[in-house]
């Protein structure tokens, strides 16, 4: 599939049903335009306090793709894709993010000003009170940005595989980020156009994984 080529973007029950983790990929580019169209519902995710305590880097040029690539085990669909997108957990997000999040709040009318208010302490507190957990909640905020980014794709005609298989510290040296303890990789994201199809390997009847009330009380559908 081309880059220039039109397409209907599949409805979301359609791009989660039909998303596969692609792992070869065409060395067709994305364009500019479907790229900020992906970068917008990637950062339309949901995050708590709306914080977006994340940062999102472009893997796009050819050397950097290598180096990526070279710190995920030679993992070849970031050489392959035209782009990966790179997740990074921003602990400290809430002390730099805190200001312009509360005046976006307000100036749009989500937020009355008494929100506002209370948020200017309750996050600060609230974060203050993760101690040690502050990355893992940043780190989940993350995979739901990149959630987002993975079913925006497949609706809009890509392919896309997250990716674990990479050392923190080798992916922090290539993006830049090596010597920031506060940031911290939560997922790679390879997106491009699939050079070959893959099957869906069928899931668990929900009687073995999802239950009712309690583990053990099967929900049966």
Known sequence: MSSTTQIQALDVPS????????????????????????????????????????????????????????????????????????????????????????????????????TVNYFKTAIPQFQTSLG????????????????????????LGLSTCFMNGWVEEKVKEVIGAADNADLAIAVLVPVGYAAEPRLNPGRLPFSYNVSVDRIGNPYQG
């Open 15 to 114: 791009a989660i049903f039909q998303r596969r983790s692609i792992k070869n990929f065409k060395t067709d580019p994305i364009s500019p335009e479907l790229l900020k169209q992906l970068v917008e519902l990637t950062v339309a995710a949901p995050s708590s306090y709306n914080l977006q305590d994340w940062q999102i880097i472009l893997v796009q040029d050819e050397a950097q793709k290598a180096a990526l690539a070279a710190a995920s085990y030679n993992q070849q669909q970031i050489i392959q894709a035209p782009v990966t997108f790179v997740f990074i957990a921003d602990t400290k997000a809430s002390e730099k993010n805190l200001t312009p999040i509360l005046e976006q709040g307000s100036a749009t009318g989500a937020w009355n000003e008494g």
């Open 132 to 155: 040690d957990k502050q990355r893992e909640y940043a780190i989940k905020d993350a995979i739901i940005a990149a959630t987002h980014l993975v079913l925006a794709a497949e609706s």
